[in-house]
């Protein structure tokens, strides 16, 4: 298992709350999707088997498969080009990804297809979801008549992200750019909801994150589409009133509701069959996703 890395020879940038991100020079970074597992913003202390290997094989799939939509941030360079030290090569080997140096947007792009998590409370509160009026009387992952697009801000570590509505993001990125976004999101969502049902899937909703480079085209950066960034539930168990189970971390944060924590620094250690669990629900996902 791999919670934290210490890679000789490049200079660490940020550690996230999954990803180790190092420079390589000024227009390559590489990559490291370890296997910590946040939970409401804080990141626990036991790392999830293979998680890392999963988001990164997940990430590349959807990466290949949607190429001709939108160019994405990883570059042509082997990874053994850069990590030279063998060691360290094998340790990462499976979940590093060497990518373009580009700027990344301050809105994550988030397309809900279901009604549920903050996009349900809400509902419930407002009868909208970050500005967009909906029919009266849905109910708790309820299928919506089309996808809607609900970004929110890109916090800092330890902060929560905000919903924004649409407006917001054209201040934030000025209007042609925030259409591009907007409209990408969507069409992502859409072929990759419908490739996903075929295999027994429903992505309920997702977050989309994009970057520009120096001449502002549009990449798709960060992760795309897997159990964190996604909500993945299992079609045969779909029933609209309820939380449906799910392929993703829900079912972390479903043990996390249930036991006494403030919800706040340091995280409580996972007991091993939630753990064992967590890593069986990424990699069913994985499997039926890409097979």
Not at 195 to 213: Q, S, W
Request: charged share 25%; net charge negative.
């Amino acid at each position: 298992m791999l919670y934290q890395t210490e890679l000789k020879g490049l200079d660490l940038l940020q550690r996230g709350k999954v990803r180790d991100i190092y420079a390589i020079d000024d227009e390559y970074l590489l990559i490291v999707t370890t296997d910590r597992l946040s939970a409401f913003d804080v990141v626990l202390p036991d790392p999830i088997p293979g998680k890392g290997a999963v988001l990164t094989a997940t990430s590349n799939f959807w990466f290949d498969r949607m190429s001709s939509l939108i160019p994405n941030h990883l570059a042509e360079i082997p990874l053994e080009q850069v990590i030279t030290d063998s060691a360290e090569y094998e340790q990462i080997k499976d979940q590093a990804i060497v990518v373009k140096r580009l700027k990344p947007l301050a809105v994550e792009a988030i397309v809900r297809g279901y009604l549920i998590g903050s996009g349900w409370k809400d509902y419930q509160q407002s009868g909208s979801v970050c500005g967009i009026q909906l029919a009266d009387g849905l109910r708790m992952a309820d299928r919506l008549p089309e996808p809607i697009y609900t970004p929110s801000t890109k916090a800092e570590a330890g902060e929560h992200d905000q919903n924004i509505d649409y407006a917001y993001t054209c201040e934030l990125l000025g209007e042609d750019l925030a259409q591009q976004v907007k409209t990408i999101s969507l069409k992502l969502y859409t072929d990759a909801a419908s490739y996903a049902l075929e295999r027994g899937i429903i992505i309920a909703d997702t977050k989309f994150e994009f970057g520009i480079d120096q001449n502002d085209r549009l990449y798709l950066i960060d992760e795309v589409l897997t159990p964190d960034s996604s909500r993945f539930w299992p079609a045969d168990q779909y029933q609209p009133g309820s939380s449906p189970p799910s392929f993703d971390k829900q079912f972390v944060r479903d043990y996390l509701e249930s036991i006494d924590w403030n919800k706040q620094p340091p995280g409580p250690k996972l007991p091993q069959e939630i753990i064992d669990k967590t890593a069986e629900k990424y990699r069913e996902a994985l499997t039926r996703l890409v097979g």
